[in-house]
């Protein structure tokens, strides 16, 4: 498994499909899925010039934080306990999975502890599946509405991790549904929220969420290999 060679490919693909769907590559970055992965990974990846690393496990990423010594950028992406969010403080430089107004509370708790922001997504489960984490659309304005007003945290978009599907076409609803959204709550000019991040996409659909808006997309196994 070469990390270089993958990362070179899959850098390769998201300009090509930039280029097809007339966007800029520059507007989409690859958040590098480490869970599971020793820091020696991380390191061989940071040498080919990856520098966005999202985790899942607090207490992996806590020990992961010590070994890795490359001047990376982390971000969370997995599901979180308010009683793990003191870990993250001032380590993470974004929160993929906020999904409930008690998470963004206790976020804004902790980072005003060092006088700080951090930047932060609000997850939505779009596919509404009992097994996964996010706030229903339903419910999406009303939580942005009410985590706008804490001074520790940033919106700066949403979060999506649809049903999984082997044709990536089936996924392409889910990712623009996530993209109108979006769009609804910046026509609302809400202050203190931005909708210029859209975190969606893996190894398998990258391109699809690529070329319905994504400007972060979470890939692992095309890069780290299978867990």
């Known amino acids: ?54 985790e899942s496990y607090v207490q992996e990423f806590v020990a992961k934080v010590e070994a ?28 993929h999975s906020v999904d409930r107004f008690s998470l963004a509370e206790e976020i804004d708790r902790q980072w005003g502890k060092d006088n700080a922001c951090v930047d932060i997504l609000i997850q939505v489960n779009i596919g509404e599946e009992a097994s996964k984490s996010g706030t229903t659309a339903s419910d999406l304005i009303e939580l942005i509405r009410q985590v706008a007003r804490l001074e520790h945290v940033r919106i700066k978009g949403l979060m999506t991790l649809p049903p999984w599907q082997a044709d990536c076409e ?16 910046a026509d609302l000019d809400l202050p203190d929220v931005g909708m210029h991040e859209l ?15 994504a400007t972060l997309i979470r890939i692992g196994t095309a890069i780290f290999g299978e867990r």
């Open 1 to 54: 498994m070469d990390i270089a060679t993958n990362i070179a490919e899959i850098q390769k693909r998201i300009a090509a499909v930039c280029k097809r769907c007339g966007r800029n590559p520059a507007e989409v970055r690859l958040v590098a899925v480490s869970k599971k992965k020793p820091a020696e990974d991380i390191d061989a990846a940071f040498a080919a010039g990856q520098t966005l690393f999202g």
């Open 68 to 95: 890795v010594k490359a001047a990376v950028e982390w971000h969370f992406i997995g599901a979180l306990q308010s009683n793990k969010v003191k870990y993250l403080r001032g380590k993470v430089a974004m929160i």
């Open 170 to 185: 089936e996924v392409r609803p889910y990712f623009r549904q996530l993209r109108q959204l979006a769009g609804q709550i």
């Open 199 to 213: 975190s969606m996409g893996m190894s398998h659909d990258y391109e699809v969420a690529i070329e319905e808006g």
